[in-house]
């Protein structure tokens, strides 16, 4: 039987979704719901695996953990792209990396409930609701505020359509920036700097990688207005973390509203976790029934049928 691990189920739901008993007579399933301690712990858990399935971009898959995984043969991860996997090593070993659909549209909805909750204080009412207290705190409207978007691709085009449905002024910038995609959703381009300058909620919805990396930094963050809040649910590295903590604990801005980390899961004693205008959540913007279902399902046929010889979703 092919030896299959299932990695990154953090909440332990892949059996919901993937019928493990149906297909015991084919595949030896084992779950991984824990992080590995670091890569040598991955690959002394993993050497005996043939087919990984993996979540985007919570498991690294490296050069050095493909090269000594000797029996690997397969990786089927969630979602067409995966930019924690060396596709080049995989490539070299003959390795067949595929993936699976997914919905464009909880990430946005989940921006939204951090632009909220930013907006109206939510974190600080809800623990002292709890704590007996009641109306704490002054909020702010969204109507006729200045919604300033780093990207305006798909997950940047559902978050200012919204932002218009509110009343907001929407402004994007990023260096490939579409400006019929502008026209079409009534946006205003300008630069990275005017964005900054003006904008009241900063929400990021740029890919990760080395082109944005360290794209907001306290230098951008000095030029922030006072009362303006960051919202990044794209990549964590886009945002210099230490940069971050600073201008929260300084008050350079009024608060951040964050679903994604430099290091993930985000640990215990990360000086984030103690602000009180930072407003957390641990990168669900893709995590809902809807999705894992889509991915489940499709890693397990992705994975018949790369069995079959007939690979789908192929990814290189």
């Known amino acids: ?106 990430t946005p909805e989940l921006t939204w409930a951090l632009i909220l909750g930013l907006a109206r204080n939510l974190k600080e009412e809800i ?4 704590q007996g207290y009641w109306q704490t705190t002054v909020g702010v409207e969204l109507k006729g505020k200045i919604l300033g978007l780093i990207g305006l691709g798909r997950v940047g085009s559902q978050v200012a359509k919204i932002g218009k449905a509110f009343g907001m002024q929407i402004m994007a910038w990023s260096e490939n920036l579409n400006l019929d995609t502008c026209k079409e959703l009534d946006v205003l381009p300008c630069s990275k700097e005017d964005l900054i300058k ?37 990549r964590g590295p886009i945002v210099n973390e230490d940069d971050l903590i600073i201008a929260l604990s300084t008050n350079e801005i009024a608060g951040a509203g964050l679903d994604v980390y430099s290091k993930e899961p985000l640990p215990e004693n990360n000086k984030l976790r103690f602000l009180p205008n930072a407003l957390l959540t641990p990168h669900l913007g893709y995590v809902t029934a809807e999705n894992y279902n889509i991915y489940y399902t499709q890693m397990v046929e992705a994975l018949e049928a790369c069995i079959n010889g007939k690979p789908i979703r192929t990814i290189e």
């Open 198 to 234: 003006t904008s009241d909620f900063l929400s990021i919805h740029v890919q990760g990688g080395e082109r944005y990396k360290d794209c907001i930094t306290l230098k951008e963050m000095d030029k922030m207005k006072k009362t303006a809040f960051l919202i990044n649910t794209s």
């Open 1 to 106: 039987m092919l030896k299959v691990a299932i990695l990154d189920d953090y909440q332990n739901v892949s059996q919901q979704f993937i019928d493990i008993e149906k297909l015991s007579g084919k595949y030896e399933f084992k779950i991984f719901s824990k992080p590995f301690n670091d890569e040598s712990d991955a690959i002394d858990q993993l050497a005996d695996f043939e087919a990984l399935l993996i979540m985007r971009e919570r498991t690294p898959i490296t050069k050095n953990l493909i090269e000594n995984l000797s029996k690997l043969k397969f990786i089927i991860t969630s979602g067409l792209r995966n930019k924690s996997i060396d596709l080049v090593a995989a490539k070299k070993r003959n390795i067949i990396v595929c993936g699976t659909e997914s919905n464009i549209h909880p």
């Open 127 to 130: 623990d002292n609701m709890y």
